[in-house]
C-alpha cells in the first residue's frame, strides 16, 4: 500500500532538514595562531581557540603575548575570553572578558547579556554600564568570526551588531575586491573585507572556503596593528 506523507510530516523534515543545515554551516573547534606587529615591527604571537564549553556554549578565546620590542620589554599579554551560544551561524554573545597586562597597567573589561531579560551589563572597575541587547549580537573579540560565517555563506555586505562599552553598534563590513595576500601560512587569493560605517580603519582577507577567520587583518585604531595567519588546526 501507497504511504501518503502528512503535512505535519513535510514541516517537520523541512525543520530537520534546515537545522541540519544551521548546524553544518557552524565551524568545527579549531586553534589558529597569528604573528602580530604594530607599525610594521613585529609585536608577538596570537593564539585563537575555539572550543564547545558544554550547555549549547562554545568558547572563542585570544591570548596575546608581547615577543619583540616594546611589548616584549614591558611584560605585555592580551586575553580576551567569548561565551557564546549559536543562532543559526551567528555566534550570539552570552560574555566577554578582556584583560589587558603590561608592567606600567592593566585594563580590563567584563560583559554579560542576560537573555532573559534581554539587558547588557559592562563592569569596567568604574562603575556597571546596562543597556539593552539585540538579537543575534556579537561583541568586538567574535566580531572577526560572524564576519568569515558571513562570507562563507555568500554575503557581500554586513551588518553586525556590536556590543561595545556604551551601547550596540551597528557595524557595517563590505567585500571591496579580491587580492594575492602573502602570509607565514601560505599565499591566497583573498577576498578583503573593510568596514564602511566608521573613520577607524578596518581591513581583513578571508578565504571563506577554508578558514573562518581572517588569513590577515589590519586595525588602524590605536595603532597599526596586523596580524597574519601563521597557522590553522
Known amino acids: 500500500m ?4 502528512s503535512l505535519r510530516g513535510i514541516l ?3 525543520l530537520a532538514l534546515a537545522s541540519n543545515l544551521a548546524l ?3 565551524p568545527h573547534a579549531f586553534t589558529a595562531t597569528y604573528a602580530v606587529s604594530k607599525d610594521g615591527a613585529p609585536l608577538g604571537r596570537a593564539t585563537v581557540i575555539l572550543k564547545p564549553a558544554g550547555n549549547g556554549q562554545w568558547e572563542y578565546s585570544k591570548h596575546m603575548q608581547g615577543t619583540s620590542g616594546l611589548a616584549a620589554m614591558l611584560g605585555a599579554n592580551l586575553a580576551e575570553t567569548s561565551r557564546f551560544r549559536w543562532d543559526g551561524d551567528v555566534p550570539e554573545a552570552i560574555s566577554y572578558d578582556y584583560r589587558m ?3 606600567i597597567k592593566t585594563k580590563q573589561r ?3 547579556v542576560d537573555w532573559a531579560s534581554h539587558q547588557v551589563t559592562v563592569d569596567e572597575g568604574k562603575g556597571v554600564q546596562t543597556y539593552a541587547a539585540v538579537p543575534g549580537m556579537v561583541e568586538r573579540n567574535t ?3 560572524a564576519i568569515g560565517l558571513a562570507l562563507r ?3 557581500h555586505r554586513i551588518e553586525l551588531p556590536v556590543a561595545v562599552r556604551q551601547e550596540i553598534e551597528h557595524q557595517q563590513f563590505e567585500v571591496t575586491g579580491t587580492e594575492k595576500v602573502g602570509v607565514p601560512a601560505g599565499s591566497y587569493d583573498a577576498v578583503r573585507v573593510d568596514r564602511t560605517d566608521a573613520d577607524r580603519g ?3 582577507w578571508y578565504v571563506p572556503d577554508r578558514y573562518p577567520l581572517p588569513v590577515k587583518l589590519s586595525q588602524k585604531d590605536g595603532g597599526d596593528l596586523t596580524m597574519e595567519l601563521v597557522s590553522f588546526q
Open 2 to 5: 501507497a504511504h501518503r506523507l
Open 12 to 14: 517537520a523534515f523541512g
Open 24 to 26: 553544518a554551516a557552524q
Open 101 to 103: 597586562e603590561a608592567s
Open 110 to 112: 567584563h560583559l554579560a
Open 143 to 145: 566580531t572577526a568570526l
Open 153 to 155: 555563506n555568500g554575503q
Open 202 to 204: 578596518f581591513s581583513a
